[in-house]
């Protein structure tokens, strides 16, 4: 048994910071301090549901449901600080949980308290992760598939994404236009090549960059012709 020596509010918890829609929830957080010693971070819900007050004596059972809500606590706090720094799937914030040492049971809680609030949502991370990429740099289908599925979110997610980024289009004729754009962008700079090191260079480029080997094959095919026209004029 231990006796409540202290319900303070807790400024510093970032779990203050989250509520639905992103309104900040001042004051919700409080610290139950025991007279050992022991403080536990916790909801001031939970002080409620334990019907706990300063100068109540506790038993085991009540601390260890405090221990476990502050544990749970801490790991939503790790989360919140997590996503503060960028958007992140279900599978990437569980990962980097793991890492600090975070327990499964506290993981799934954690996801299912953020993914109710929204702050969680593998098909928004895929449309914002997709609009991105395509909006700094041209890149083909499968480099924003192979990206997303190292994130961990879900094929039908993945193709979801894409399909409403290219707006219910073709993916190969969204795909020549940007290929086309990425070599007008580095065609310069590969000015100096003889015509055939130059096609090689942009072949490799173009596959690195998630391009299917069928519109490489259309743009370099027009990229020769116009080499030739060069030639040519010239």
Not at 168 to 185: K, M
Request: net charge positive; with cysteine; charged share 30%.
């Amino acid at each position: 048994m231990s006796v409540v020596v202290g319900i303070k509010e807790d400024n510093r918890a970032p779990s203050r910071r989250l509520a639905p829609g992103g309104r900040a929830r001042g004051g919700d957080m409080r610290v139950v301090i025991l007279d050992d010693g022991r403080s536990f971070p916790v909801e001031v819900e939970e002080v409620s549901r334990c019907g706990i007050a300063v100068g109540d004596t506790v038993s085991s059972d009540v601390i260890d449901r405090l221990a476990l809500h502050s544990l749970h606590v801490q790991a939503r706090d790790a989360a919140m600080r997590l996503l503060a720094t960028r958007p992140r799937s279900i599978s990437e914030l569980s990962f980097r949980l793991r890492q600090r040492g975070v327990q499964e049971a506290q993981i799934r809680g954690v996801v299912d308290d953020l993914s109710r609030l929204g702050y969680l949502d593998d098909l928004a991370f895929a449309r914002e992760w997709v609009a991105a990429r395509l909006g700094a740099r041209p890149c083909g289908v499968a480099w924003l598939r192979r990206e997303l599925r190292e994130k961990g979110v879900a094929p039908a997610l993945i193709e979801q994404a894409i399909r409403e980024a290219f707006g219910g289009q073709d993916y190969s004729v969204i795909e020549e236009r940007n290929a086309r754009t990425l070599i007008e962008q580095r065609l310069r700079a590969y000015h100096h090549l003889s015509s055939n090191a130059r096609v090689r260079r942009l072949a490799g480029l173009l596959e690195r960059r998630g391009f299917s080997t069928a519109t490489i094959t259309r743009v370099l095919r027009a990229v020769r012709r116009s080499t030739v026209k060069d030639a040519l004029d010239d």
